[in-house]
């Protein structure tokens, strides 16, 4: 599988983006997002089960972000609302389990989100 991730940009405060993670080729995994901020190491920010579409969130995000999947069109997304200045990252899509960064694969080519005060 291949992933492309994209949406990312420059946004106040408050304000809200949504990510989008294009696939190609085989996509019955658990899709999830991370995040890496300059100096930082690679956070969890969310996955999702193939068939439920069963989401899972990081602290920091839950209930300001939704995962969500179209399995019919492999993409994955990530709307991210009430954004906040530490929520400036590269984020990243990627296949495998768990909220431990080392253990995913596949990871697509980042897209930058900035969150201005």
């Known amino acids: 599988v291949q992933l492309q991730a994209s949406g990312g940009g420059l946004v106040q405060a408050g304000g809200s983006l949504r990510l989008s993670c294009a696939a190609s080729?085989?996509?019955?995994?658990?899709l999830g997002w991370f995040r890496q901020a300059p100096g930082k190491e690679r956070e969890f920010v969310a996955t999702?089960?193939?068939?439920?579409?069963?989401?899972s969130y990081a602290d920091v995000v839950r209930g300001r972000f939704t995962i969500s999947r179209d399995n019919a069109n492999k993409v994955l997304y990530l709307q991210m609302n009430n954004l906040k200045p530490e929520d400036s990252a590269i984020y990243y899509c990627?296949?495998?389990?768990?909220?431990?960064?080392?253990?995913?694969?596949?990871w697509g080519q980042g897209t930058q989100v900035t969150v201005s005060s």
């Open positions: 990627a296949t495998g389990v768990g909220d431990n960064w080392r253990r995913w694969q596949n």
């Open positions: 999702i089960t193939v068939n439920r579409g069963t989401p």
């Open positions: 080729g085989r996509t019955n995994y658990i």
